[in-house]
């Protein structure tokens, strides 16, 4: 058999945060407690009627926009007809012929190199309920029904699950950069339909798509291309290829394998039509301006230029972009004058790791990055060692005073030089035994001599500076 190449789309879904639902005014929020969030359109009572949340609108646009697609002119939504019994209505109101945008593309990061990706179009409609299922019996819950549902369809222009896998993480990123999103795969935020074929390398037509629907995590959507990548290639192995029908799948945790729910053969027809309980209305020139402006640099963008403007590592990079608090955090000492890498270095260490074991959000660190750029320089001007620049970066944050409050007399570091020597010279005076052995070779006896130096000044020596005397003193 010839070599085979995978190809993958995704139908990603991004359920959006906002304070009531996309056409109701029920609660957007996740409860555990059953129908709580909820009202009468929800349920699709006789006599309601859908409004649109502007807010879910404009989110749209947002990530239309930044993902580089192209908006239409009007906003308008399309009736999707089928019954199933989290969906009272009998239909979704989604967007078919008009999405919210078409004909993206976007940069993404696997393994280091960088691939672009393709995005079919990105639309807004609404979630349905869900079904809670027991021995005998199945509930309705409602809460979810009506929560705004961000839908992203990519082109099959993924070849591996290592590829889809980073573009969901990339787009994890977005959404909660623009804070549209807190994408939370572990509330069931992010669900992906999972598209994958198989065709010889050389074919110019893409193999018969299998499908797999529903599946809300990364690990899980990896799972499920590796998984099916192995199932069709073995069955063309064995030609046994038309055994590879267009049907749907869904992912077994459990057993990491994709099991059959249902074939294509009957495909649904779900007669579109515009929605014609929502008017359609215009997006206008300005604001898409509006929104354009309010969009802020992304984590890509913002890496390049920690790489290429500030000579970070890809590695340190990576770490601040991670989290756009951190990165805004960083940026901020960037525009105080803090050096890039002292910053970085300062926030890869000391801050997130203060920031993890205590819990908190780097928003409410009482450290700021004014206070910081205090800190950094005490101790460039070398006033405090390092080690004491981290206990006082504790103290401040413990204490919530400012830097100049821990740097007295009593504590600073000891850089005058005429004092140091006069000090070892004292103790090499005292110690000439030792300095006898030392001229023999124990060159370990070094250390002791910096040990009596620090004992002498009760730590606050700068080591660098004592051991530029000490050398200077025992070499002659
Ligand atoms: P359908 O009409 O069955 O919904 P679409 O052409 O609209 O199919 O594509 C749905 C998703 O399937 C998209 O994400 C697309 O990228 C993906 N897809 C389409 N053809 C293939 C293929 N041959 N292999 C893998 N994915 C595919
Ligand atoms: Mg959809």
């Not at 999405?99 to 990061?109: F, H, L, W």
Request: glycine share 6%; hydrophobic share 35%.
């Amino acid at each position: 058999m010839k070599k085979q190449v995978a190809t993958i789309g995704l139908e990603m879904h991004c359920e959006f945060k906002s304070n009531s639902k996309v056409f109701s005014p029920a609660k957007n929020a996740y409860s555990e407690i059953p129908n709580s969030n909820i009202a009468p359109l929800d349920m699709a009572f006789p006599g309601t009627l859908p409004v649109v949340n502007k807010k879910c609108v404009e989110d749209a646009l947002k990530v239309s926009i930044a993902l580089h697609c192209t908006q239409p002119e009007y906003m308008v939504f399309d009736r999707k007809n089928y019954y199933y019994p989290d969906l009272p209505k009998g239909y979704q109101i989604t967007q078919m012929a008009s999405p919210v945008g078409v004909n993206g593309k976007i940069d993404i990061e696997v393994d280091g190199k960088i691939i672009p990706v393709y995005i079919h179009d990105v639309h807004l409609e609404e979630d349905s309920a869900s079904l809670d299922h027991f021995f005998d019996t199945s509930n309705i819950d409602y809460n979810r029904s009506e929560v705004p549902l961000f839908e992203l369809v990519t082109e099959p222009c993924f070849h591996s699950a290592e590829e889809a896998g980073a573009f969901i993480e990339h787009m994890i990123r977005v959404y909660r950069y623009l804070g549209v999103s807190d994408a939370d795969t572990k509330r069931g935020q992010i669900r992906c339909d999972v598209n994958v074929s198989i065709a010889d390398e050389d074919s110019l037509d893409l193999g018969t798509k299998v499908e797999t629907k529903n599946v809300n995590s990364i690990g899980g959507v990896i799972g499920t291309i590796n998984y099916e990548i192995a199932r069709q290639t073995k069955l063309k192995e064995e030609g046994r290829y038309s055994e590879i029908v267009q049907e749907t799948r869904r992912w077994d945790e459990e057993s990491g394998t994709t099991k059959r729910m249902r074939g294509k053969v009957d495909a649904i027809d779900y007669k579109y039509f515009i929605e014609p309980n929502i008017p359609k209305y215009k997006i206008s020139a300005e604001w898409l301006k509006e929104i354009k402006e309010g969009i802020p640099r992304l984590h890509f963008e913002r890496k390049q230029d920690y790489i290429n403007n500030y000579g970070l590592s890809s590695y340190d990079a990576e770490v601040l972009v991670k989290d756009r608090e951190i990165s805004d955090y960083f940026e901020e000492c960037l525009s105080l004058g803090i050096d890039a890498k002292s910053a970085a270095n300062w926030i890869s260490t000391q801050i997130l790791g203060f920031l993890n074991k205590n819990n908190l959000n780097i928003k409410d660190l009482y450290l700021t990055p004014m206070r910081l750029k205090d800190l950094i320089s005490e101790l460039d001007k070398k006033t405090i060692s390092s080690k004491q620049a981290k206990e006082i970066f504790e103290k401040v944050i413990k204490e919530k005073k400012e830097i100049k409050d821990f740097i007295s007399k009593e504590n600073t570091q000891m850089s005058d030089k005429a004092e140091l020597t006069k000090i070892i010279e004292e103790i090499l005076a005292s110690n000439q035994s030792q300095i006898e052995e030392y001229k023999k070779g124990r060159t370990n006896i070094f250390d002791y001599f910096v040990g009596q130096v620090m004992k002498n000044t009760r730590g606050k020596a700068n080591p660098v500076l004592t051991k530029e005397i000490l050398n200077e003193k025992l070499k002659g």
